[in-house]
């Protein structure tokens, strides 16, 4: 059974940071790409930021570039998202999304609540 498990969500005051972990299982984590994607209220599911298996493409949508960071841990089976210099506007619901070859067939955490705000 494939499962993700995020955590780390939680209010924050802007300017602030949280790491965000999405913990994974059912599959083999170390030969999948991971992704994270974001959707706040009356706004379109977006993606974040993707890391492919071997952690040598990184992808990151133009509004947190040089404030946000996704890494993989293959032996923890984890990928995680540090989110620095944070802003009302990152105030959104964060997933973890797994993409399991062959197919792909896609995989989505629970969702964790992110709030920026004073």
């Known amino acids: 059974q494939v499962q993700l498990v995020e955590s780390g969500g939680g209010l924050v005051q802007p300017g602030g940071s949280l790491r965000l972990s999405c913990a994974a299982s059912?599959?083999?984590?170390?030969?999948?790409?991971m992704s994270w994607y974001r959707q706040a209220p009356g706004k379109e599911r977006d993606m974040v930021a993707t890391?492919?298996?071997?952690?040598?493409?990184?992808n990151y949508v133009d509004s947190v570039k040089g404030r946000f960071t996704i890494s993989r841990d293959n032996a923890k089976n984890t990928v995680y998202l540090q989110m620095n210099s944070l802003k009302p506007e990152d105030t959104a619901v964060y997933y973890c999304?797994?993409?399991?070859?062959?197919?792909?067939?896609?995989?989505w955490g629970q969702g964790t609540q992110v709030t920026v705000s004073s």
């Open positions: 059912g599959f083999p984590f170390s030969r999948n790409t």
């Open positions: 999304k797994a993409s399991v070859f062959p197919g792909p067939h896609h995989y």
């Open positions: 890391i492919t298996s071997a952690g040598g493409t990184i």
